[in-house]
């Protein structure tokens, strides 16, 4: 009798601990559905906001930064310089060993104007790093509003990014359209579609991070530092 009144206990034991099994692992299952939905209407979300943006009709700023990525987006930046939409133009996250005489060459433009109004930023190594590198631009020659040419998947971020580290300033988004998410079918797109979801996640990320006021690194190569004329 007392060895079946132990295995008797062990079996409610086994039943009681599986029941409990059970219950955590559907707990589980709703929790991991509520934060996929929450992850698709959200991801759903920004691709609207991104396919809805569009470049101002008639820019104009005291000044232009362009994040690299492209020669697409700095082509575009010098062209909104030229066409006198700001007085002087950063360009941020430039590589090391480029050169402001090969971007000069490259956008096709004349050495008076880089010689006079555009600027390079070689120390930015991330979004963060460019907002970095803006913000300390933005001071020290005092503008107040400022151009922002990045590709239209990249402006939620970047403008994050820069509002954080300049909240004073005003952040006008001219994006660079490279993919039209208004006329095309990019969900069946899978290299639009991983862009999307790739700059979402990073979003997501950032937004968290300033949300609970995460500290970041400044995303420099190395100690901030000016940011040099294109041609001396």
Not at 41 to 58: E, H, K, M
Request: proline share 5%.
């Amino acid at each position: 009798m007392v060895e079946r009144g132990k295995w008797l206990e062990r079996a409610a034991r086994r039943r009681r601990s599986r029941s409990l099994m059970r219950k955590i692992l559907r707990r589980g299952f709703f929790v991991l559905l509520a934060f996929l939905a929450v992850f698709i209407a959200g991801f759903l979300q920004f691709a609207d906001t991104v396919a809805s943006l569009r470049p101002p009709p008639s820019p104009k700023a005291d000044a232009i930064v362009v994040l690299t990525g492209g020669f697409q987006r700095i082509d575009q930046a010098v062209d909104l310089l030229k066409a006198g939409a700001g007085k002087r133009l950063l360009i941020s996250g430039v590589h090391p060993s480029t050169t402001g005489s090969q971007i000069r060459r490259n956008t096709q433009s004349s050495a008076d104007l880089f010689k006079c109004c555009v600027d390079i930023g070689h120390e930015a190594i991330d979004t963060i790093g460019n907002a970095t590198e803006a913000s300390q631009w933005i001071h020290d020659r005092g503008y107040r509003t400022i151009l922002v040419v990045t590709n239209n998947y990249h402006m939620p971020r970047s403008l994050l990014e820069l509002r954080r580290a300049r909240p004073e300033a005003e952040f006008i988004a001219y994006p660079v359209v490279n993919s039209d998410l208004k006329t095309t079918n990019w969900l069946r797109n899978p290299r639009v579609l991983k862009a999307i979801l790739l700059e979402y996640g990073k979003y997501s990320v950032a937004s968290l991070r300033d949300a609970v006021g995460a500290r970041s690194t400044n995303g420099l190569r190395a100690e901030p530092s000016r940011v040099t004329p294109a041609e001396k």
